[in-house]
């Protein structure tokens, strides 16, 4: 094994408590479905802890505010919250369980970043089921930023991942009815659900995020879409806000849309016009055909004040604030 040389920054290394949920009793007691508005209003009061992620994922936002009950950080919150979406082998597009590339292999994409602008990544990797953890030791262990392929693997195991097989029988059958026809063309909102994006603010004000997928399911061996990529699924200025997205990656990369709606936010708007503008960024371009695919943004300032915007209907998003978990649907750009 090589030695893993370390960030001259060097951030004290993560406790015991941010490989496993933090101890304690949940925070919540249940999580509330309603279709409230995606505006929030801002007090004289910052609103902290906070925690706002994509999809309908309450078991993940609970995850996530219960490391911030316990006394933990945002960036151990949203690594944990990104967890326990990929230990779910029944959602297939993050973690283990994620449908593969076409030749069968699952292949993740993850990013995390803290209040202080340090970030990490990995892409490509394959036989790590957390891979936000391995992207969080690539962070804070060693001197780069994003590692791909085989050799995010190898630093996975030299660091005491355990390597595992991702392609669960689910997954697996999947792909091969697929194979069938072998018609490449992502659906909008397929399940429901997509890439998990996570953005947390602690008891200290601090805010980060995390992002963790498989990618788009029959994609070329290779392909990596934001997620991973800092600026376009992930964005963190802790005196300002964060961003993260969701969707077909390629639209997001090609008007980095984090880093825009931040920026947006540091110019005056709020995160919901913030989202929307990036949206528009997108679908307003000449030529450009919206209708057949999907993307969607989530932010918070750092008043805590949110907002989440799409392209189409059927994107949510959850919100843990004020002792609620709450999904809520958001607001959309094609409304016919």
Not at 152 to 180: D, H, M, P, R, Y
Not at 213 to 239: C, H, Q, W
Not at 296 to 310: D, F, L, P, R, W
Request: charged share 25%; aromatic share 6%; net charge negative.
């Amino acid at each position: 094994m090589h030695k893993i040389m370390k960030r001259r920054n060097f951030i004290k290394k993560a406790s015991v408590t941010s490989l496993g949920i933090v101890a304690g009793t949940s925070v919540l007691s249940g999580c509330d479905v309603n279709e409230e508005s995606n505006k929030s209003v801002v007090t004289g009061t910052p609103v902290r802890p906070l925690v706002i992620a994509t999809w309908n994922t309450p078991d993940e936002v609970e995850a996530a505010a219960n490391v911030l009950a316990n006394g933990g950080t945002a960036l151990e919150a949203v690594e944990q919250g990104c967890r326990v979406a990929e230990a779910n082998e029944k959602g297939q597009s993050v973690g283990k369980g994620g449908l593969p590339d076409r030749d069968g292999n699952v292949t993740l994409d993850a990013c995390i970043m803290n209040e202080k602008g340090d970030y990490g990544a990995v892409v490509a990797v394959k036989e790590i089921k957390h891979v936000i953890s391995l992207a969080r030791k690539v962070m804070e262990d060693t001197p780069h930023v994003l590692l791909a392929g085989e050799g995010a693997k190898q630093f996975a195991l030299e660091v005491g991942f355990k390597a595992e097989n991702l392609l669960t029988e689910a997954s697996k059958k999947a792909w091969e009815k697929w194979k069938i026809k072998s018609e490449y063309k992502p659906i909008i909102n397929i399940e429901n659900h997509d890439t998990i994006g996570m953005l947390a603010i602690d008891k200290e004000g601090n805010i980060s995020g995390a992002c963790t997928t498989s990618g788009l399911a029959y994609k070329m061996a290779g392909r990596v879409g934001d997620s991973p990529i800092i600026g376009s699924g992930l964005f963190v200025d802790n005196e300002i806000g964060a961003a993260t997205a969701t969707g077909l990656g390629e639209e997001v990369l090609k008007t980095v849309g984090s880093f825009l709606i931040v920026e947006l936010m540091r110019q005056g708007k709020s995160p919901q016009e913030a989202c929307e503008e990036a949206i528009g960024r997108i679908v307003n371009k000449p030529g450009k055909n919206y209708e057949d695919f999907q993307v969607a943004y989530i932010a918070v300032n750092k008043q805590g004040e949110t907002g989440g915007y799409s392209i189409h209907e059927h994107f949510s998003y959850n919100i843990f604030k004020d002792g609620a978990n709450t999904n809520i649907k958001s607001d959309f750009y094609n409304k016919g």
